[in-house]
């Protein structure tokens, strides 16, 4: 059994950064691709990036110059560096990995952004 586990987040003032990691555990292979989501209170999740094993990113165009994801394939560890936050980036963020042909996902580490 896959288990992603989420660390990093926390509260930060307006226009600081914080750094997520994700690290996986329990299966023999490295995640294909893994992704960075969020929920607010009340709102859908949203995709915030991805990454493949290869190392192509996909941004939403909300995050995009703030925000940037990388990966350590030895590591089975994903990351996200956030920028220059905002009081909108404020939402739980979850981390997911592909791993032979199952999404798994993380419990949610909380990001609350200060104004």
């Known amino acids: 059994q896959v288990q992603l586990v989420e660390s990093g987040g926390g509260l930060v003032q307006a226009g600081g950064s914080l750094r997520l990691s994700c690290a996986a555990s329990?299966?023999?292979?490295?995640?294909?691709?893994m992704g960075w989501y969020r929920q607010a209170p009340g709102k859908q999740r949203e995709l915030v990036a991805t990454i493949t094993r290869g190392g192509s990113t996909n941004y939403a165009d909300s995050v995009k110059g703030r925000f940037t994801i990388s990966r350590d394939n030895a590591k089975s560890t994903a990351y996200l560096q956030m920028n220059t936050l905002k009081p909108s980036d404020t939402s739980v963020y979850y981390c997911?990995?592909?791993?032979?042909?199952?999404?798994?996902w993380g419990q949610g580490t909380q990001v609350t952004v200060s104004s």
């Open positions: 329990g299966s023999i292979f490295s995640p294909n691709a």
């Open positions: 997911n990995a592909l791993v032979a042909g199952t999404l798994y």
